[in-house]
């Protein structure tokens, strides 16, 4: 069973940074493929960013190519999120998840790939 802990969520002005963290305990973490979700109020949870194992692969949702960065370090069972140059429009609950399938990203950005969930982090972004 793998146990995921969110952290680092706040407010933050719009053009800003933060970084989000999510530790893992349990199960095998440096196998899992790890992804970041978000949901606003009102919306369907969505795909942010993912990253395989080994960290090699990465993708990314296209609203945040070129301002979120994933990474993971797999000796201290973490995996981060980098977002920059924020926007009111990212304000959510960013959770993280860990999948262990093998199928590519087209699969891997869905909710439904993901069987183990945090209990998610709050970001909001002021204008």
């Known amino acids: 069973q793998v146990q995921l802990v969110e952290s680092g969520g706040r407010l933050v002005q719009a053009g800003g940074s933060l970084r989000l963290a999510c530790a893992a305990s349990?199960?095998?973490?440096?196998?899992?493929?790890m992804g970041w979700f978000r949901q606003a109020p009102g919306k369907e949870r969505e795909f942010v960013a993912l990253?395989?194992?080994?960290?090699?692969?990465?993708d990314y949702a296209d609203s945040v190519k070129g301002r979120f960065t994933v990474s993971r370090d797999d000796n201290k069972n973490t995996v981060h999120l980098q977002m920059n140059s924020l926007k009111p429009e990212d304000a959510a609950v960013y959770y993280c998840a860990a999948s262990t399938s093998d199928y590519g990203s087209w699969y891997l950005s869905r909710v439904t790939a993901y069987a183990y969930w945090g209990q998610g982090t709050q970001v909001t972004v002021s204008s």
């Open positions: 990253i395989r194992p080994g960290g090699g692969v990465t």
């Open positions: 349990g199960g095998t973490f440096s196998r899992n493929t």
